[in-house]
């Protein structure tokens, strides 16, 4: 027994090596046959003893049984997107800004990385062991995706550590699941030689992939990875983006290859232009140029917006774009009861999707254009992009097209259309429309509100049948109203009202989202949650205490207090909240202890000398402060600059702490 086991072990180390010499080291030992030979008589062996089997053993990457859903993950850093940029006067642009930004005129260095067209993940490594991995998902919240990652061979389950680069005990790392373009040309003739249809692009593969309830079938997907970030860079010691790099290979981790270091933007459009004559030559599909500015110390003063790092800008390649013809142009009515005119077309393949429909906006932007029923259109795509009609071309117009104007009415309802003087939307002012409603539906039941089983079909037909007028009826319908629709049988019916019943245990912040409050999407959710914690006291706030949360502008307010003031709103919020329902919105977890600013309102008064505003908001955000705009009884800290206003006279009446920018500086480095 002894001896077998020894063996087991003697065979998986050896897989293990091997692996790392053919996929990171690019120089195998042995022959694929040998390899096999390994690895077969390893399952052999655990087979015989299924004791024996670990979960680290490179045989599980086979997958493991099916599950029934993905659970939630939230990512303690948030993984943010990338700001886009589409011309060289773009990344010009992008300098200036970390320049005005820094207050300075000293030279910076990049770091330039391939912008791979797959999947973002995050891996969570423990003491070295691979934990968990999920999707990006709203960037706040992504699914639990571990299982299908473990299939990957690229994914090490234990990171190796040396003396010169030690991990920490918690390390997050973000990177790109991608297929390569030759496993994707061979998974497509496979599928084509069976008659099953084929995948439009490798990015739809690698997303489709990762998705599979049954790992089984992740993982004969041969999908692989490039690593770029880590939450907390300045935690680990490394000093620029390459460094991280560096220590991503030496754990074990890939890192991409094609990355290089500029010297300067020059450099970096050099750079650029290279990798896109190149760019066909690559083992895998890319739609641009990441730019990350390479010191991580810089990095961490540039910071955040809510939705882009401002230390990097994606540099994307020029669209695909084709041309096809415009069959007819069809009014929508959204959950704001905007009317959007949506361009529907005869199918065209762009950059490998097929594109039949593109949102034309509104009124205005279809005169610009002139887009007319008939008219040959230039369509484009890029990447992660939705389609976009370009330009009409006018020498193939048929002398029948007429230019397009809005419904006076609306399209569902039949109300008469207004457009109110500051806004290029036309809206149907019904609040009780059909579409409106199916809208407010759709929006409740979505992923990042309650994430409730079933799509637009259904609540078509609920509503159509007057079984629902609104979120609150759905938890009282019975099994005999469901199981009576078309295509739901009763197994159909009581997994919905499954799904129905799992919603309720929820979080403070996907509710918010869900009542679909104009200008309030998951980040603003998410801040009105943390600063108010239970839903009756945002319910009783007053304008000025929204103000005072820096991100909440005063036309987010005035939405947020008009909504939550509006009868029927009310209404529809105290049936929600009711006992019979029963929801629990969980309060998110507040950041608290360790940093110097844990949960302090700090207002800025006068000029700063040392850093400008932005960064010095950025920095109390990540010492877990937040800004206000204004002095109130419910700020803890007032930073004094040059020339103060009455914000300092304010804050002596109500005997605030006041403390100088140097003493603010010396408070952040603590
Ligand atoms: S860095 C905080 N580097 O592009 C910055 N992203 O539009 C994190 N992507 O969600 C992103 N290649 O999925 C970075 N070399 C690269 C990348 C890359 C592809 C994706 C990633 C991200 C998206 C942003």
């Not at 539906?441 to 007028?469: Q, Y």
């Not at 006291?537 to 103000?547: K, M, R």
């Not at 109130?632 to 702490?657: M, R, Y």
């Amino acid at each position: 027994m002894d001896e077998v086991k020894r063996r087991i072990e003697f065979l998986r180390e050896e897989i293990h090596r091997h692996n790392r010499l053919y996929y990171l080291e690019q120089s195998p030992e042995v022959s694929d046959a040998e390899y096999d030979r390994l690895f077969q008589e390893l399952k052999d062996l655990e087979g015989s003893h299924p004791e024996l089997i670990a979960t680290d053993s490179p045989t599980q990457r086979v997958g493991a049984e099916p599950q029934e859903k993905f659970a939630s993950v939230e990512h303690v850093v948030p993984m943010l997107s990338l700001d886009n940029g589409f011309a060289e006067e773009d990344v010009i642009e992008f300098e200036s800004r970390i320049k005005r930004f820094l207050k300075t005129e000293e030279k910076i260095n990049y770091m330039v990385e391939p912008k791979i067209d797959g999947v973002a993940v995050e891996l969570i490594y423990e003491s070295g062991e691979l934990k968990q991995a999920s999707t990006r998902g709203n960037g706040y919240v992504g699914e639990d995706i571990t299982r299908n990652i473990r299939t990957i061979l690229t994914v090490p389950y234990t990171l190796t550590e040396r003396p010169e680069t030690p991990f920490p005990d918690r390390l997050e790392v973000r990177g790109e699941v991608y297929m390569q373009l030759d496993e994707f040309a061979g998974l497509n003739q496979e599928r084509e030689s069976k008659g099953l249809p084929v995948f439009a692009n490798p990015r739809n593969v690698a997303s489709g992939s990762l998705r599979q309830l049954d790992a089984r079938v992740t993982a004969t997907r041969r999908l692989t990875i490039f690593c770029y970030a880590v939450a907390r860079p300045e935690a680990l010691g490394v000093k620029t983006q390459y460094e991280l790099f560096k220590y991503l290979r030496l754990w074990g981790l890939r890192a991409n290859p094609d990355a290089a270091v500029c010297e300067s933007i020059p450099d970096v459009l050099a750079f650029y232009r290279d990798l896109d004559q190149r760019r066909h030559e690559l083992a895998y599909e890319v739609d641009g140029l990441v730019i990350k500015v390479n010191p991580i110390s810089l990095q961490t003063r540039l910071g955040a917006t809510t939705r882009n790092p401002r230390w990097a800008l994606a540099f994307k390649f020029a669209p695909a774009q084709e041309f096809t013809v415009v069959r007819s142009i069809e009014v929508q009515v959204g959950r704001t009861g905007a009317l959007t005119p949506v361009a529907i077309m005869a199918p065209v393949q762009v950059g490998g999707v097929t594109v039949q429909r593109a949102t034309l906006h509104n009124e205005d932007e279809v005169k610009r254009k002139d887009v007319r029923v008939g008219d040959t259109v230039l369509l484009q795509r890029a990447g992660d992009v939705i389609p976009e009609v370009v330009e009409v071309v006018k020498e193939r117009r048929p002398e029948t097209a007429v230019p397009f104007s809005m419904p006076l009415n609306c399209p569902v309802c039949d109300s008469e259309v207004v457009r109110l003087p500051d806004e290029s939307a036309h809206r149907c002012p019904n609040a009780t429309c059909p579409a409106q409603t199916k809208g407010h539906i759709i929006h409740f039941m979505s992923k990042n509100a309650l994430d409730i089983a079933g799509g637009p079909k259904l609540v078509d037909l609920l509503v159509d049948r007057g079984l629902i007028n609104d979120p609150s009826d759905l938890f009282f319908l019975q099994p005999e109203e469901l199981s009576s629709l078309p295509h739901m049988g009763e197994k159909s019916a009581a997994n919905f009202l499954e799904s129905l019943e799992d919603s309720k245990d929820t979080t403070l912040v996907r509710f918010i989202y869900g009542l679909g409050i104009r200008h309030v999407g998951v980040h603003l959710a998410r801040v009105l949650a943390e600063r108010f914690g239970v839903f009756e006291a945002l319910l009783e706030a007053v304008a000025e205490e929204l103000e005072e949360i820096g991100e909440v502008g005063p036309k987010c307010a005035g939405s947020i207090i008009s909504f939550v003031n509006n009868p029927r709103n009310r209404d529809l919020l105290n049936r929600l909240t009711s006992p019979e329902i029963g929801l629990i919105l969980k309060a998110p977890a507040r950041r608290t202890g360790e940093t110097p600013l844990a949960d302090k309102t700090v207002v800025l008064t006068g000029g700063l000398t040392r850093m400008t505003r932005e960064e010095a908001r950025v920095r109390i955000q990540s010492a877990g402060g937040r800004v206000a705009g204004s002095v109130s009884k419910n700020t803890d800290l007032v930073v004094v600059g040059e020339n103060p206003g009455k914000k300092l006279q304010k804050a002596g009446e109500l005997g605030l702490e006041v403390i100088s920018e140097e003493e603010f500086l010396a408070m952040l480095k603590e």
